[in-house]
């Protein structure tokens, strides 16, 4: 989201011999939780651009007034943070007034979130050419003066006050440390400070050597007394229908599907889905919380939170059938045969891996008698017919080689051979019958 466009003759910026890009990645990494972020500058042939993270943030100046108390506590603790970020470095009082600062207050950008309201400077780090007489505040200098001042409350120190000190850009919210004292470095030219606390201004003149200046704040009424509170009358807790569609993966609905709801402070109940795949989940209130579970599978939970009435989705893992085939020996995997299935008038085709295994989609198997016949290379196998069970899903199957592929002249050379030896001990044994009787 583009937050300001501005051209580059029409601003200057306020720090110099200090990197811009080395400022910006410095305090997005130790900025995390304030509050403030401050948004990317992007450099163009004639125009300087400043992008925020995100969406939504509006102008502060146009912001509810909560919200812009909220945005002006966030700018003063970010302040004391990058004050004490850069505490190191030579004028750091300076570069941090320098870097919180934007041309004009439309530069100053915020949006309320579910963890508060946070605010976002575009522009940052520049000031309007007319307002700056001089050069930009150089980022090392050989000294510079500390002002203090102090907030006193019937002559002791005052903590925790919340002041108002006024800029170019509106009033700025800033929190005194906690013995009453606010630190920092006027800028060159800087007369004094104009501050509002309670309501009441503060104006201060700087006198020349004198650092240390008193506002003296008028005492604290005793806060007048509440009201007696009376108990609220708790409202009747309302319900509200809600529906859960369960289905496969592939959208296909789960039809007289069971599940099991968990609720706060109720029994489970059971749930069996229509022929839409639809089941009417019990009467709950909105923000509380429940679950579902897979009856067949209690493993397979899944939380949710009521926000209105609305439609749950619960979707039913693929269920596959895994058969092992091995050998005689019930050891010896049989690893790329061809497989056929035959199952409910149909045929699945599958390739065993290297486990000997190979699957089936549950969904597919519409009758418990199935026959498996395989093939591999030139072996066949003996075809095997398997009961299926609705509640198993692993199936170990023991096959038989009933012959070996090709011509097996061996065989044949053996039985010739075995033939032509007893015709040749029959004639033998003719010739010598005829010799005896002769």
């Not at 061809?338 to 085709?349: D, M, R, Y």
């Not at 692993?394 to 080689?401: A, D, G, I, M, Q």
């Not at 065989?411 to 033998?428: F, P, R």
Request: aromatic share 8%; proline share 9%; with cysteine.
């Amino acid at each position: 989201m583009i937050l300001k466009k501005v051209n580059k003759n029409d601003v200057r910026q306020l720090v110099d011999g200090v990197p811009y890009d080395g400022l910006y990645n410095l305090f997005e990494s130790r900025l995390g939780g304030s509050g403030l972020c401050f948004a990317r500058r992007h450099v163009g042939p004639s125009e300087l651009t400043w992008q925020a993270p995100g969406d939504d943030w509006m102008t502060l100046a146009y912001a509810p007034a909560d919200i812009r108390q909220a945005a002006d506590n966030v700018l003063a603790g970010a302040e004391q943070q990058l004050l004490s970020l850069l505490s190191s470095q030579q004028n750091a009082a300076g570069i941090v007034r320098a870097a919180l600062s934007t041309p004009t207050e439309d530069c100053v950008f915020c949006r309320s979130t579910a963890q508060g309201v946070e605010v976002c400077l575009a522009a940052w780090g520049y000031g309007p050419v007319e307002r700056m007489p001089g050069g930009p505040l150089r980022g090392k200098v050989t000294s510079t003066p500390v002002i203090t001042v102090a907030f006193m409350r019937s002559g002791v120190p005052a903590s925790g006050v919340v002041f108002g000190l006024k800029t170019h850009t509106g009033l700025k919210s800033i929190t005194a440390e906690p013995d009453g004292t606010y630190h920092f470095s006027p800028f060159k030219g800087q007369r004094g400070l104009a501050l509002a606390v309670d309501g009441v201004d503060y104006d201060i003149n700087f006198e020349p050597g004198r650092t240390h200046y008193e506002v003296c704040l008028p005492p604290v009424a005793p806060p007048a007394p509440e009201p007696p509170v009376s108990d609220p009358v708790p409202e009747p807790p309302t319900t509200v229908r809600c529906s859960v569609f369960v289905h496969h993966p592939d959208g296909k609905p789960c039809v007289g599907y069971s599940l099991t709801c968990f609720c706060p402070d109720a029994a489970p109940a059971t749930l069996v889905t229509d022929a839409a795949g639809r089941a009417e989940l019990p009467s709950l209130s909105p923000g509380t919380p429940f679950s579902l579970s897979d009856t067949l599978h209690p493993q397979h939970t899944e939380q949710y939170v009521v926000n209105g009435p609305e439609v749950f989705d619960f979707e039913v893992p693929l269920e596959v059938l895994t058969f092992t085939i091995v050998e005689g020996d019930e050891t010896t995997p049989l690893v790329g045969a061809s497989v056929k299935l035959a199952v409910g008038g149909v045929t699945i085709e599958s390739l065993t891996d290297g486990q000997g295994q190979f699957t089936v989609e549950a969904s597919r198997i519409t009758s418990p008698a199935a026959r498996l016949t395989l093939t591999q290379a030139s072996r066949h196998f003996r075809p095997v017919d398997l009961v299926l069970d609705d509640d198993e899903r692993r199936y170990l199957v023991v096959v038989e080689t009933v012959e070996r592929g090709g011509f097996p002249w061996l065989t044949v050379l053996a039985w010739v051979l075995c033939g032509l030896l007893t015709l040749a001990g029959y004639w033998v044994l003719m010739k010598a019958a005829s010799h005896a009787l002769n």
